[in-house]
Structure formats: structure tokens, C-alpha cells
């Protein structure tokens, strides 16, 4: 089978898995941040693009599938999540989650959109544990220019008084072109947390700080917050991650990826206190490698390489590795 997708099915990738990954990963991978979706979620005729390559669905057993040939011989964990387009079915992609995650292996949390949403039918699914958490998105929100949109409009005092009665997780994309170095949204996460001190706040991407100028400063307000947790998902800077890792507290930190998108071959790269994806084939976040000069891998191994080159820079133990990779987001699921 000839895939997209750059696991240990090709040779380069299973060779870089055996020289670098296999001694540095723990036994136990969750994943925090992983998107699935059933078929008919997608409007007819459409597709989503994983950097460039067009799928139609991604379920749970194609996910199953996947952790093997890129952790091998590991037990792997995922939360999942829908994928959160105002265009998709909602209602459908959280229903399969609801239904089909064991909570033993696979974790759902639950779309979330504030204009359509029903306050009683998310307060039932998260009461009941039927969701363990929500995922709100900018694109919810519906405003003209999706780089307007602040945090208390993805989440509205209703739900989040509801989250936080549940202790429920919030996974949370924050909007805004500036992103973690924004001073809307640097105020609005403070009080986010505090208002809400029993909702577990998970800040997506490191807050999409993927370079450093990002993120260097923009921890400080934020660090002490009890209630604030970092997903590692699609960073591949091993600076940025340096800088999380020297200032917030190790416990804080979970591993994620943005599966499937992650498994796509290419690399976040820095340039010039800007970012850019660079692929092997054209996506609308990336420039693509028109020439073929690279080789690329996947997204996902090249997030743990960053992750590996942090760990022995900063000497850290092997305690802080398996914590990151499985304990850190076990905790928070287990009180959610
Ligand atoms: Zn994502």
C-alpha cells in the first residue's frame, strides 16, 4: 500500500524510528490531541486536506492502525476530538466519539460551538461522562475575519460555568494573529483560569507558539496559573520547547499531535521570527518543495526529535519523559 501517511510502512521512516525514537520513548504514548472523524461528517464531495494530502474520513480503527506503525511496541493512548468546521456534521463526529471510545485506549471530548449548541445537552454529556471535555474553535464563532475572534466568545459564561462544575478539560486553540504573544488573549486566559478554577485549561500548540520569538515572555503571566496546561502538538521547535520546559511546571506539559494531520511528511520551520510549514507537495500553510530536494518525514517524528534534543539539552530524567508522554495527561483525564 503506497499512503501519504509517513509511518515505519516505508523503510527511511522505520530507520529513523529504530536509530533515535526506539530508546528515547517510554513504554506507554498518550496523545492529547488527536482529530477523528467518521464518514458523512464531510459534506458530500468534500475533503480535508492533511498538509496536502485530501482525505474524507479518519476513524478510530484507521486511527488504531496508525499508532502501531509509528510507535511499535508501544501501548498508545489517544484523546480524540472531532474536527471542528463550521461545515462539518458536529452532531454526527461527536456522537461516534461518544459511542465508540472505549476510555480505556481512546478518550473523547466533545465539539463544542456557541451559537448552536444546547446548554442542557452539554451539561447531560459531560455530567454523565459521556465527553470529558470540550474542544471550542475560532471558526465557531462566525465572525467575518476569524482573526477577531477573542477566547470568552469561543467559550461563553454559561458553558464554561458548566465545565467548570463537571472539572471537565477545555482544549483550547486560541485565536488571534499574534497568538500567545496576543494581549487580548494573554488577559483573557488569565481570567479564564481563574474564573473557572476546577475547568482544566489545555492551551493547544503551545498557544500555536511554533517560533520563538512567540513565546519567549509570554509565559510569565500564565505559568502560575493552577489550572493552565501545554500540548506539544505540530511544534517541532526544539527552542520553543526548551523555553516551555525551563518555565512551566514539568506536570503541566502533555504530549500531543494533531493527528492525522502529524502524520503527513514535512516540517514546521522558523524563519526570520516568522513560521511556515514546508511540505513535499502544495498546502495552504506551507511552502512546498517544488524541486524534490528533500526527504521529508512525518510532522509527528520530527515533533519527537524536538522533543529528544530538548530532554538531553536540559539533562532531564527519564521520570520527566514518561511523565510527559503518559502520566502528565492520564492525571488530567482522570480527575476530568
Ligand atoms: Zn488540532
Redesign the pocket.
Known amino acids: 500500500m503506497n499512503s501519504w501517511k509517513e509511518t515505519i510502512q516505508y523503510e527511511r521512516n522505520r530507520i529513523i524510528f529504530e536509530e533515535e525514537l526506539d530508546s528515547f520513548l517510554p513504554d506507554d504514548i498518550l496523545d492529547f ?1 488527536v ?1 477523528v472523524f467518521p464518514e458523512d461528517v464531510i459534506p458530500a464531495g468534500e475533503s480535508f486536506t492533511c498538509a496536502g494530502h485530501p482525505i474524507v474520513s479518519y476513524d478510530l480503527d484507521e486511527l488504531r492502525s496508525d499508532l502501531t506503525q509509528i510507535y511499535p511496541q508501544r501501548r498508545s493512548l489517544a484523546v480524540c476530538f472531532g474536527f471542528p468546521k463550521v461545515e462539518y456534521d458536529l452532531q454526527r463526529n461527536n456522537d461516534y466519539l461518544a459511542d465508540q471510545c472505549d476510555r480505556r485506549q481512546f478518550f473523547p471530548l466533545r465539539l463544542f460551538d456557541p451559537q448552536c449548541d444546547a446548554m442542557d445537552s452539554l451539561l447531560n454529556d459531560l455530567e454523565s461522562g459521556r465527553f470529558l471535555g470540550i474542544k471550542p474553535y475560532p471558526d465557531y464563532v462566525r465572525k467575518p475575519d476569524v482573526n477577531q475572534v477573542e477566547i470568552h466568545e469561543m467559550l461563553p459564561a454559561r458553558a464554561m460555568e458548566i465545565v467548570n462544575q463537571c472539572g471537565s478539560i477545555v482544549m483550547l ?1 486560541i485565536p488571534r494573529k499574534a497568538r500567545l504573544a496576543d494581549p487580548t488573549n494573554q488577559r483573557q486566559i488569565v481570567a479564564l483560569c481563574r474564573k473557572y478554577p476546577d475547568a482544566k485549561i489545555i492551551l ?1 500548540h503551545i498557544g500555536r507558539a511554533y517560533y520563538l520569538k512567540n513565546i519567549i515572555g509570554f509565559l510569565d503571566d500564565l505559568k502560575n496559573l493552577p489550572n493552565l496546561y501545554y500540548d506539544l ?1 505540530m511544534v517541532n521547535n526544539w527552542e520553543v520547547m526548551e523555553h516551555l520546559f525551563q518555565t512551566v511546571s514539568p506536570e503541566k506539559i502533555v504530549y500531543g499531535t ?1 493527528i492525522p494531520l502529524a502524520l503527513g511528511p514535512g516540517k514546521s520551520v522558523e524563519i526570520n521570527d516568522q513560521y511556515t510549514y514546508v511540505t513535499p507537495v502544495p498546502w495552504d500553510l506551507s511552502i512546498s518543495d517544488d524541486h524534490g530536494k528533500i526527504q521529508f518525514t512525518s510532522f509527528l517524528y520530527e515533533e519527537i526529535r524536538a522533543v529528544k534534543k530538548t530532554v538531553a539539552r536540559l539533562r532531564l530524567p527519564d521520570r520527566f519523559v514518561q511523565d510527559l508522554f503518559y502520566a502528565n495527561g492520564m492525571r488530567l483525564l482522570n480527575n476530568a
Open positions: 490531541h482529530h486553540h493547544a502538538a494533531d
